[in-house]
């Protein structure tokens, strides 16, 4: 059996929850170098992968003396890139957690550095593996959906400021605040399942309203990161805009980390001429008619499960196995560079054009 020797840089909460996971269930990923500047983080991972694993606190120095064939980097935002440059020039393959850098800029030095080595770079996209976006891109490349020409897309939370003072909320090491953080994933989901049309402008607005609340957390999300009492809360709070495609198509977004809302709530959802849809809080419903009749549909399957195992999969598979990669660097260029634009767009108040 193929096997792939991977070093982990960044054994904190994400690789805890989401990557780990899934490496104790492959035997084909074998866990053999673990980096994190708390050694102690890179230690209990080790632990818990295997015991064999070589610790570091210095990821040049895992690259350089590491038995490694790639790399899984679960660091803060800003060393995204750096990381991943560096890794290719080693001649390793990377996954990378969301979001692929913090400006487009080291989002296409990432690219170029991927094809230049020859090497894979796949960055975390893992709501395109759930079960209900799975089920609607084939609705949707079947044609059931007829034209898709506009949609929303969000994850809004009431209280779920993550590591709050650290580096979330520190936009030179995170680029931004839920931006930047949730909306990688809702608006990776929108764009994929409207065929990846490609981004023509975007026009957007960002608040900090909650910088100094005192009010307890309400969401899970908001354990991740190291809180630092004091620290800084330079990034948004909020965010809500406008994106505009090149066959016409729309989308409208909205983010938030906290805001007065009822519920934590995370949806896309898209229009249609022949059918529209929602994924809300992974529960997947279809809007279409029958005979002059209109329907409701509620397609069966595993619309829980969060994607990343089946994402870190689709790594191992094109790695191992040459399979076809779910997601191009390309795609990961244009998301950073949908990003920056609304944040150029709020500083200036006008549209961006890309």
């Avoid at 295997?50 to 990821?59: C, G, R, V």
Wanted: proline fraction near 3%; hydrophobic fraction near 35%.
């Amino acid at each position: 059996m193929k096997t792939l020797k991977i070093g982990l840089v960044g054994c904190g909460g994400i690789q805890t929850w989401a990557h780990t996971p899934y490496y104790q269930s492959d035997s084909r990923a074998v866990i053999t170098a673990c980096c994190d500047i708390v050694r102690d983080r890179a230690c209990k991972i080790r632990d818990t992968l295997n015991p064999k694993a070589e610790i570091y606190t210095d990821y040049k120095e895992m690259l350089e003396k590491a038995d490694i064939d790639a790399v899984d980097i679960c660091t803060p935002n800003y060393l995204h890139s750096e990381i991943a440059v560096a890794a290719f020039q080693a001649g390793k393959h990377v996954f990378c957690e969301k979001p692929d850098a913090i400006d487009a800029d080291k989002a296409e030095q990432m690219r170029d550095a991927a094809k230049a080595a020859g090497k894979v770079l796949m960055v975390m996209r893992n709501n395109r593996f759930t079960d209900a976006a799975k089920y609607l891109r084939t609705f949707i490349e079947e044609g059931k959906a007829g034209e898709i020409y506009c949609g929303r897309c969000g994850w809004q939370r009431r209280r779920g400021i993550p590591g709050r003072g650290g580096w979330f909320t520190t936009k030179a090491k995170s680029g931004g605040g839920p931006l930047i953080d949730l909306g990688v994933h809702m608006i990776d989901l929108a764009v994929w399942l409207m065929g990846n049309p490609t981004p023509v402008s975007v026009s957007g607005m960002t608040y900090n309203k909650f910088a100094n609340d005192t009010a307890d957390g309400d969401s899970d999300n908001c354990k991740f990161g190291d809180s630092v009492q004091g620290g800084t809360f330079d990034v948004e709070d909020l965010a809500m805009g406008f994106i505009r495609f090149d066959n016409g198509a729309v989308l409208q977004i909205e983010f938030s980390w906290a805001s007065n809302v009822k519920v934590e709530n995370r949806f896309v959802e898209l229009r249609g001429t022949k059918a529209g849809f929602t994924i809300r809080n992974s529960q997947m419903e279809i809007y279409t008619e029958d005979h002059g009749n209109l329907l409701d549909i509620v397609p069966p399957g595993n619309q829980a499960d969060n994607g990343h195992g089946r994402n870190l999969k689709n790594f191992l598979d094109v790695v191992l196995e040459g399979a076809e990669p779910c997601f191009k660097p390309q795609q990961g260029v244009d998301m950073i560079k949908i990003l920056q634009a609304f944040y150029n767009s709020a500083e200036t108040g006008k549209e961006v054009r890309l």
